[in-house]
């Protein structure tokens, strides 16, 4: 049963068209990752479902609530982690989640929070004294903070270190198991490939692709055949196979993996040669997206600048 | 599923996380508080020893700066406390993750005005008491309803229009040179910092349009020794309410939640001094 759904949706800027026509539906318990560089419009999107900005067209309904329209019994049900904002850091770290937390009719024990999110130890300390990814953290923990029905994320884990990265990935894998329902925005490949159960990318305010991350994968149907060849070695042979030379290293894609690499090992055979670091993989997730990204002649996807919160 | 709580039991959390907050800012604290304390030991040394006629009749003028700067700590703690706190919680994006949660944006209002006023109950406290112990002030018991009345609408006018300020300011560096420019020199033509005797009469009509001085001169008038009781000025009074529903209606309709683009700081702030 889809939780979110979003029809037609447009958002414009006067002359800028910030999101240009995205349908969407996104399941109870589904975790979605929209992909996207910076400035294709999946903050946007986030924005108007967690009812921060409005819209200029389209449908949109998440649990069954217009966000345009929607006050406090929307907002009781939903949690939201934006991109960049404060916390009073005048307070400890378990004042924040015990003012943050008292208005949800469904608040989770502050401490029980502070545990799921590691930073129990850290509970009696001003929120200034934590560092950017601990304060990170802290945004985390006030998203979920009301036990919320759908969570919103947006780029949850930049600026983590990989170890905070981990643990984060599997407090919203436990979300997940409790039937939370996510929508997170990542510039992370391996965030998406690991956490989402589907992912859209969304280029230019469309979007461009929708799909789980195996099928995001297959879409583009090729296999990737890579090896290299000795120096020296005569690779007139290897370009009717339809493979690219480029010094030693030979890299050939093709949608018929098996027929391609015995061509390439007869050839070898032949040759005389050894085809050294041999590898058969599929693209990754990161070229798939690559593709998209480019070919929509957007600007590339840049990281995020690491947070410098917390760095006097 | 408990019921979410009551929009009176937020307010007083709202409000309680709110003063802990301004008490854990030491600076914000200190030029709310702490200055017009200096400012009455200072100005009673230098000019404490005569006494002045400011519309009302002759008294002490160490009574009379009581009495002012008692008032001005009341304006501090609202007006200049939320012109100035407001703009940096707006740009940090504090309101808007407040926005995001299911606390009704009125009682978040409501505990930030709550806290303005709380603080400048406890500064009209202190300065009064001050005033009584050292400068031979005599507060008379007729008089004090009409005091208290004139505190409310004062302090309810001034957070009004803090809020105002608050929500007209384009981001939280121009906040104080706004709040500070609006409030200080309408301070030296309105009773606060000298006593007014003979002003040049367009001095006057100005001071009488802005309304500190219609609150601050009303404030005086109850602690005066020659004014009769209840000496509620309810003309001023009236003024000075009209400047509040004004700042208001400017306030709810102008009122932002997002941070100002060019305002946007990194996430680390410390607050600049309030006054």
């Not at chain 1, 024990?109 to 545990?115: H, R, S």
């Not at chain 2, 304390?37 to 008294?59: H, I, K, R, Y």
């Not at chain 2, 601050?216 to 009074?237: E, K, M, N, S, Y």
Request: proline share 6%; with cysteine.
């Amino acid at each position: 049963m889809p939780v979110i759904e979003i029809a037609n949706l447009v958002k414009r800027y006067g002359e800028l068209t910030a999101v240009n026509g995205v349908s969407l539906e996104i399941n109870e318990g589904e975790v979605f990752a929209l992909l996207g560089p910076n400035g294709a419009g999946k903050s946007t999107v986030v924005e108007i479902l967690e009812g921060h900005r409005d819209r200029t067209s389209g449908d949109v309904s998440v649990l069954g609530l217009d966000p345009g329209k929607a006050g406090a019994e929307y907002r009781d049900q939903i949690g939201i982690v934006l991109q960049s904002s404060g916390i009073e850091d005048e307070l400890s770290v378990l004042e924040a989640l015990d003012v943050y937390g008292a208005s949800y009719s469904t608040r989770r024990d502050p401490m029980e929070v502070l545990e799921l999110v590691g930073l129990a130890d850290r509970a009696q300390d001003r929120v200034s004294q934590l560092s950017g990814g601990q304060q990170r953290r802290i945004d985390l923990a006030l998203g979920i903070i009301g036990t919320p029905k759908v969570l919103f994320l947006d780029e949850p884990t930049t600026g983590f270190d990989p170890s905070a990265r981990r643990q984060s990935w599997e407090l919203i894998d436990g979300l997940r198991d409790l039937g939370t329902t996510i929508l997170l925005t990542t510039h992370y490949m391996d965030e998406a490939q690991h956490l989402a159960d589907r992912v859209g990318v969304i280029v230019g305010g469309e979007i461009a692709v929708i799909g789980t991350p195996a099928e995001l994968m297959d879409a583009t149907g090729d296999t990737v055949v890579r090896f290299q060849v000795p120096h020296g070695a005569n690779t007139d042979g290897l370009r009717p196979l339809g493979a690219v030379v480029e010094g030693i290293a030979v890299s050939c894609r093709t949608a018929t993996p098996t027929k391609t690499l015995h061509e390439l090992t007869s050839w070898a055979l032949a040759q005389g040669v050894e085809l050294f670091d041999l590898t058969v993989s599929r693209p990754s997730l990161e070229d798939v997206y690559l593709q998209l990204a480019v070919s929509d002649a957007q600007p590339s996807p840049a990281p995020d600048m690491p947070e410098t919160r917390g760095q006097q | 599923m408990s019921p979410r709580a009551s929009n009176v039991a937020l307010t007083v959390v709202q409000l309680r996380y709110q003063l802990k907050i301004f008490w854990r800012t030491p600076v914000a604290a200190f030029f709310t508080l702490v200055l017009p304390l200096v400012m009455l030991v200072l100005f009673n040394a230098l000019f404490g020893g005569g006494s002045v006629d400011t519309g009302q009749g002759e008294w002490p003028v160490r009574q009379f700066y009581t009495g002012a700067l008692a008032a001005f700590a009341a304006v501090s703690a609202t007006y200049t406390n939320l012109a100035n706190t407001v703009p940096i919680l707006r740009d940090e994006g504090i309101l808007k993750r407040w926005r995001g949660t299911p606390l009704p944006p009125s009682v978040y209002v409501a505990g930030m005005v709550a806290m303005g006023v709380v603080v400048a109950l406890i500064g009209v406290v202190v300065l009064l008491g001050i005033g009584v112990v050292a400068y031979d002030l005599e507060l008379d018991a007729a008089k004090m309803p009409a005091a208290f009345v004139t505190f409310v609408v004062g302090v309810a006018a001034f957070a009004a229009m803090g809020m105002a300020c608050a929500a007209v300011v384009p981001n939280a560096r121009s906040a104080p040179a706004v709040a500070n420019a609006t409030i200080l020199p309408l301070a030296f033509i309105s009773n606060v910092f000298t006593p007014l005797e003979d002003p040049p009469g367009w001095l006057d009509a100005v001071g009488d349009f802005f309304p500190l001085k219609p609150f601050v001169t009303a404030f005086q008038d109850t602690l005066h020794p020659l004014t009769d009781a209840p000496a509620f000025a309810w003309g001023r009074l009236g003024w000075v309410a009209l400047w509040g529903v004004a700042g208001a209606i400017v306030s709810v309709k102008k009122f932002r939640w997002e941070p100002s683009a060019e305002g946007a700081s990194p996430r680390r702030r410390r607050r600049t001094p309030a006054s």
